[in-house]
């Protein structure tokens, strides 16, 4: 089934801190997956992406680390800012359907919120 | 670079009356356009795929008459929400594509029907 989810599960974390979120994704053909933070009343805003043929990369202060054996998905935030407040979303994108038109189309997960105390 | 604009930003209508939402990319072509729907405190939801020039492609569920999708342009695609009804009030999100792969979304559209 898809990998979205209905209730979106919390993470609190002290500024400076480490934070890890995670995702499963479900379909084991998808071949690259993106992570997304949506601030409130606004539109996903990318962060990083990551091809299935590789298993970490790393950004600014994000590093994404992808496990294809279990089907997941982190996304580590390196001392994390109060800025960094906001649901992130992981979102997968599956392989060419046979049809063509909704090719690269995405999934995406459930959300995490992440709130980061000062 | 990559800027995707919507318009309005947020709508207030009477029940049955019919919504029309822009969705722009600004700095570049998007032959591949997506919609989404957002609820509260809840993920993306695709509502479907729109290609300049050609029929877009709906999601299992997405009622086609209900909401109209026109992609005249490279730059250009919009929403329409027929006789939208209070179940429809929304965040409605749409996202623009450049090459095979990146999506660069727009700033979202809350509808609210009363």
């Known amino acids: 089934g898809e990998s979205v989810g209905l209730h979106l599960p919390t993470l609190s974390v002290q500024e400076g801190d480490n934070s890890i979120i995670n995702c499963a994704y479900s379909n084991s053909a998808s071949d690259y997956f993106i992570w997304y933070k949506q601030e409130s009343g606004k539109g996903p805003q990318f962060i990083i992406d990551i091809r299935s043929n590789m298993d970490k990369r790393q950004g600014q202060r994000v590093t994404v680390l992808l496990n294809k054996t279990v089907k997941h998905l982190s996304l580590q935030i390196a001392a994390t800012q109060p800025g960094d407040s906001a649901v992130y979303f992981c979102?997968?994108?599956?392989?060419?359907?046979?049809?063509?038109?909704?090719?690269?189309?995405?999934?995406f997960g459930q959300g995490t919120i992440l709130t980061v105390h000062p | 670079g990559a800027v995707v604009s919507q318009h309005p930003s947020w709508v207030i209508c009477k029940s049955g009356t019919s919504v029309k939402i822009e969705c722009r990319s600004l700095?570049?072509?998007?032959?591949?356009m997506f919609w989404y729907r957002q609820f509260p405190k809840q993920s993306l939801m695709l509502m479907a795929t729109?290609?300049?020039?050609?029929?877009?492609?709906?999601e299992q569920g997405v009622e086609k008459d209900k909401f109209l999708i026109n992609h005249a342009s490279l730059t250009l695609s919009t929403l329409t929400v027929t006789s939208a009804h209070p179940e429809d009030s929304s965040f409605y999100i749409c996202s623009a594509r450049t090459g095979i792969e990146t999506q660069y979304f727009g700033p979202g559209t809350r509808l609210l029907v009363l």
């Open positions: 700095d570049f072509q998007a032959t591949t």
């Open positions: 979102a997968e994108k599956g392989p060419r359907n046979a049809g063509g038109t909704s090719y690269g189309k995405l999934t």
């Open positions: 729109s290609n300049e020039g050609s029929k877009a492609t709906y």
